[in-house]
Structures are given as C-alpha cells and as structure tokens.
C-alpha cells in the first residue's frame, strides 16, 4: 500500500494534471449497456474526447457532448439530463460530481478504486444519489483497478459507507 500511497503523491503534486486518459471502446460499450438507456432518453457525455462513449450511444437516445478543446466545458453546462456517462478528469471529481448531480439524477463514471473512497461515496448519497450498479475491472494501461458505478437519485444504494474512521 506504501507504493500506492507514494504514486498518488507523485499524481497530485505533477505540475499538470495528466487527464487525458482515453476509455478502451470495451469499456464504454460495457458501461452504456449497464445503464440501460431508453428511446428518447436524453444523454450527456460530459468529456467527449475522441468520442467512444457518444458516438456508441444508442441511436434512440438523444445526445449531447461537452468537449472542453472544442470550446464546450461541462462546468458551462446548465441543462438536465436523465444520464450522464463517462470518464471524468482525475483531478477534477469532486468538482465534476458536484456539477453532475445539478444536471442529472441518474450518472454513470468509471473511476480509479482510489477514487471512491468514503468521504467522495458519503458527499455522493448525502446528496440523495444511491449506488445502484457497480462493475470492478482492470484496464491494463491504466493505474491500478477501476469501477464502473452508477448512482441514481432517490433509489437504495447496494453498499454503504462510514465515513467515520474506527
């Protein structure tokens, strides 16, 4: 655990934060399958990138993107949503989740284990969001395991955190 501990350091103290982190098309087709998306729903993919999740969306569904290098920043973004999918930047969670839960009451991210942590996971169900599906799996590029997790508002959540040390 003492390496994890000294990578993450060596990750937060970099001078730009690397969050260009592509998503393998796998992936993105395992997390839009688990999200069950409905004809006309509408849907934000909040960080498009080279477009693996948008571009795989169902064609029933009705989509929208952010993209921050084509001049649309999701923290620009007002609208509502009934999904949001996607690989938020690292170092923006809790930034990203406090916008997301604005837009939307049913979000679906893909994040390091590091990532969902107590604190992050207590913030997420205080604000009204349960835990609903949640899908381990190992990227062999990226660091570490990562979890697909879907929260959806005002639904029961599958686990529970305490955030509290004992």
């Known amino acids: 655990?003492?390496?994890v501990s000294k990578t993450m350091k060596k990750i937060q103290l970099r001078d730009t934060p690397n969050d260009v982190v592509y998503t393998p098309l796998p992936v993105a087709e395992l997390m839009i399958k688990i999200c069950d998306i409905k004809?006309?729903?509408t849907v934000l993919d909040p960080s498009r990138g080279k477009g693996v999740f948008y571009?795989?969306?169902p064609s029933g569904c009705i989509k929208s993107y952010c993209e921050i290098t084509d001049g649309k920043d999701f923290f620009n973004c007002n609208e509502r949503y009934d999904l949001i999918i996607g690989n938020p930047p690292f170092s923006m969670w809790n930034k990203w989740l406090e916008h997301t839960m604005k837009l939307t009451d049913k979000f679906c991210y893909i994040m390091g284990i590091i990532n969902m942590n107590e604190k992050r996971l207590d913030y997420i169900f205080k604000n009204g969001f349960g835990l609903t599906h949640m899908h381990l799996l190992t990227v062999k590029s990226w660091f570490a395991c990562s979890i697909i997790c879907v929260f959806e508002k005002n639904k029961p959540s599958i686990m529970n955190v305490s955030p509290?040390?004992?």
């Open 39 to 41: 004809d006309g729903d």
């Open 1 to 3: 655990m003492a390496s």
């Open 164 to 166: 509290t040390a004992f």
């Open 55 to 57: 571009d795989n969306l």
